[in-house]
């Protein structure tokens, strides 16, 4: 599964709930799960929640950088 801009919104309870449980399934399944955000490993840690975070962090998590500007807008 991927989960693209995850920065994008501030999740409401119930959001944030179904997506704790989500990834805990994913997590107790072993099923691989692709992260996309813009956010540093700090805040991401940060939406994610400590308990997401320690999860992910225990599946020893592999991290990858882009950097650059944003393509978006040179698109014709």
């Keep these: 599964m991927i989960l693209d801009e ?3 919104r501030v999740l409401a309870d119930w959001q944030r709930i179904q997506l704790e ?3 805990s399934y994913r997590y107790n399944e ?5 992260y996309i955000t813009n956010l540093e490993q700090r ?3 940060e939406f ?3 308990r997401l975070g320690d999860r992910l ?9 882009f950097d650059g500007g944003s393509l978006r807008g040179g698109i014709s």
Excluded: Q, S, V, Y
């Design 48 to 50: 994610l929640g400590d």
């Design 30 to 34: 072993l099923l691989p799960t692709i």
């Design 21 to 23: 449980e989500l990834l």
């Design 43 to 45: 805040g991401f840690r």
């Design 6 to 8: 995850i920065d994008k």
């Design 57 to 65: 962090r225990e599946n020893r998590i592999k991290r990858f950088a």
